[in-house]
């Protein structure tokens, strides 16, 4: 979040700066938001709405949805990570719409990023996101197969606490007693169902239920270390944190994640067992593809919500807001999948819930004291010019 509100800054400074033969200051159109704050608050808290919807609808339903795919008769792991990344064409209107060319072509030339990343630097760095996000994903489908949905969704929520100790090697985050706080609820809740799981061993053996339990968290890390190294990217080697630049972050990984998917399912031999699936899937073969064929849409809504939290806010406040599905998850297997909800499991859900509400406040302090920084700026800034 600091990151962007500097490059706003940096860019209100070259919009205000005065040409060098002393005329006037060019003047940006898009500066008629300044003039009317409070219209501008309400359109982006509405956008910011937008987008929670988007994330936490999609996350919820590509859950459930993935949950479907296995109870109904689906048994391949890798087309359900395949799933998880081929979606990714649908936005690339978006990265059409938001390219240079369409949204930009008008502006200043002050106001565009004056330095571009090497193409190689850019594809080593797609490719290596790509592969990362692979392995992300088969763990989250192995976690999902072998877990019931809301035991699966407690343990997701382990991802603010590696959240918090990536961005600290990475992203230089400080740990306050709140993050302290948080790490601690959450290592306890997983623990909880760690040592209490007899009940969900009922339909899945132990040692499946132990890779389960041990992929959930793994992708959670994996996932972590994901944003932190793209912020850190953002940071280091892209410069510009445009919506386009974010767009790309998502489309070209995926496009990478979604090849070696393919890779895996001929390699693993599971495409053998498609035709065979699909006939034995109990909803019939049409069920079946709707099901692959939703999973993959609501798995690039739920991205587009989180991209645009990126973009709107920050990518620590995306995964934040992200959690909030923590909740809402296991109350709908309970009721679509007759999951058991015992004493144990709330238990450990009120810890998390606990635990992500501590870590939330703690953004929301950073947030304010960001806020009165940029007002104190703002104030010296306009002190400065009554001055001149």
Excluded at 253 to 272: D, K, Q
Aim: net charge neutral; glycine share 6%; proline share 4%.
């Amino acid at each position: 979040m600091e990151t962007a509100r500097e490059l706003q800054l940096q860019t209100g400074e070259e919009r205000r700066e005065p040409k060098s033969n002393g005329e006037d200051p060019v003047v940006d159109v898009d500066n008629h938001d300044l003039q009317h704050p409070r219209t501008r608050s309400y359109k982006w808290l509405i956008r910011v709405a937008a987008y929670i919807v988007f994330l936490l609808s999609g996350q919820s339903a590509a859950t459930l949805l993935g949950r479907l795919y296995y109870d109904k008769g689906g048994n391949s792991k890798w087309m359900a990570t395949f799933v998880q990344s081929a979606g990714f064409p649908i936005l690339i209107p978006l990265l059409i719409f938001n390219t240079p060319v369409f949204s930009n072509s008008n502006r200043p030339t002050s106001t565009r990023s004056p330095t571009k990343p090497k193409l190689s630097s850019l594809a080593l760095l797609y490719l290596a996101f790509g592969l990362l996000l692979t392995g992300d994903n088969l763990m989250y489908s192995y976690g999902l197969l072998y877990l019931p949905v809301s035991t699966y969704s407690i343990l997701c929520a382990t991802q603010l606490a590696f959240n918090a100790l990536f961005s600290f090697f990475l992203n230089s985050q400080k740990f306050t007693p709140f993050i302290l706080n948080s790490l601690v609820l959450l290592t306890v809740s997983a623990s909880l169902l760690a040592v209490h799981s007899d009940s969900d061993t009922t339909k899945t053996s132990r040692a499946k239920y132990v890779i389960g339990f041990l992929c959930t968290p793994g992708a959670s890390a994996t996932y972590s270390l994901y944003l932190s190294l793209a912020q850190l990217s953002f940071e280091k080697v892209i410069k510009r944190e445009t919506f386009s630049a974010v767009l790309d972050m998502q489309i070209y990984p995926s496009f990478v994640a979604t090849c070696s998917c393919v890779v895996g399912l001929f390699l693993s031999g599971e495409w053998r067992k498609l035709g065979g699936e699909m006939k034995a899937y109990e909803e019939g073969r049409v069920s079946y593809l709707m099901s692959l064929i939703w999973t993959a849409l609501t798995w690039q809504i739920s991205s587009v919500g989180l991209l645009g939290l990126i973009f709107e806010v920050s990518s620590l406040f995306s995964n934040v807001i992200s959690t909030l599905a923590l909740p809402v998850v296991p109350i709908l297997a309970v009721l679509f999948f007759h999951d058991k909800m015992d004493g144990i499991k709330v238990m450990a859900m009120i810890l998390a819930i606990w635990g992500f509400i501590s870590y939330i406040y703690q953004h929301y302090l950073d947030d304010a004291e960001s806020r009165k920084d940029e007002a104190n700026v703002t104030e010296v800034s306009g002190g400065t010019a009554e001055m001149c």
